[in-house]
Structure formats: C-alpha cells, structure tokens
C-alpha cells in the first residue's frame, strides 16, 4: 500500500519561525488553521471544524480555490485537531505532520500534545512541528536526523514507556523505563548523528525545543 503523508494545520495564533516543511500528499486545517495554512503558502484541500473563529471571507476565498468544509457543530465533544486527525485518517494518510503552536492558550498549546500522543490515532505516525521546535511520538522506533548538540527531552505520555533503549545520546539508556512526570528524560543531548531511540511498550514524546 503506497503510504500517504499529510499537513495538519491547527488554528490559535499562527506558529511562527516555522522552517521548511516535509513532503505531503494533503493538507488539512483544523478551523482557523485554514488562515494558518495561508500564511504558510498553503491551500488546504480540507478544513474542518465549528468554523467559529476562521474569517468568513478567508473560508469562502478558500472555497473557490476547490477547498473543501466540513462544518461540525460549536457544541461538540471533539475539538478541531481531533476532528483533523479523524479526517487525516479517513483520507488515507499513514502519517501526519501536525504544525503548531505553543503560543496562546497554554491549556490549548498542550491538549495539542497531548492529543497527538493520544492511542487513538497509534495507527498515524505522528510528528510536530511547534514553531520552531520539534516533537515525535514514538511508539516504536525514532530515527533523529539532528545536529550533533541538540538537546532532545523524552517524556512517557499515558503511563509508562518501557523497553527504551537510546543509541546517539549522551545519557544513555538501555532497556531502561520513564514514568510520565520524570524528569530523567529531560534535556539530553545528541552525541552523534542520527540518534535513535527504541521502546518496547508506552508512548514517549520526544522533543527537539
């Protein structure tokens, strides 16, 4: 099955010092993440969500550019990103690049994380690009494609990530264990390039900030 990478583009204040993106197949916009889209050279080829808080004008601009809505109601369980990645998995994406921000409303900026790191979407290879930082979520293995120097932090994400073993750290572990709220994950750095980390069981979230 040929694998399909999507752009998911969150709404909140537009993300900045964003640099050059991955490859896609499709670009989706969680509501206003349509006129973060824009800013970023993009036409999104779906935007979902209450559409409470895109311009009005943007959205019928985007309409005419062959843009397709899909309007939810505002009382809803859902947010907008969990509704992006429900429509990134129905379009048939393997993966997802999810751009965001951490600027804002922090409640917003880390239900984002958490959202992302959330087992419902463990079938989405998963990565982030906020502002100019990036994260993973691993379930499996991470290959890290970073200069040597950069500081990484991982953290377990839902309960315990178990079976982790790091190659390219300068704090090693083997077979090792991180429970969420640890803070032996945080702040290592690469030693060589690529990196790579492996877990047995868990979710970790890794970040480059």
Request: hydrophobic share 45%; glycine share 10%; charged share 15%.
């Amino acid at each position: 099955m040929t694998s399909r990478h999507a752009l998911l583009v969150t709404g909140g204040p537009p993300p900045t010092g964003v640099g050059p993106l991955p490859a896609f197949d499709l670009v989706v916009a969680a509501d206003r993440g349509a006129q973060n889209a824009s800013v970023l050279g993009l036409v999104p080829d779906l935007v979902v969500g209450d559409m409470d808080s895109i311009d009005t004008s943007v959205l019928a601009s985007l309409e005419a550019l062959g843009t397709r809505a899909e309007r939810h109601p505002a009382d809803k369980d859902q947010t907008d990103l969990e509704l992006g990645l429900a429509s990134v998995m129905k379009l048939g994406a393997s993966s997802v690049t999810i751009v965001a921000t951490t600027s804002g409303r922090p409640d917003h900026a880390l239900a984002n994380l958490l959202t992302a790191a959330s087992d419902r979407w463990k079938e989405l290879r998963i990565d982030l690009i906020l502002d100019s930082s990036r994260a993973w979520i691993v379930r499996h293995q991470l290959n890290l494609d970073l200069p040597v120097g950069s500081i990484v932090s991982l953290m377990a994400v839902g309960g315990p990530a178990t079976g982790i073993t790091t190659a390219g750290l300068r704090w090693p572990l083997s077979t090792g264990c991180l429970e969420p709220g640890m803070g032996r994950g945080l702040s290592n750095e690469v030693s060589k390039s690529p990196a790579s980390i492996r877990i047995s069981a868990g979710t970790l979230m890794v970040i480059a900030p």
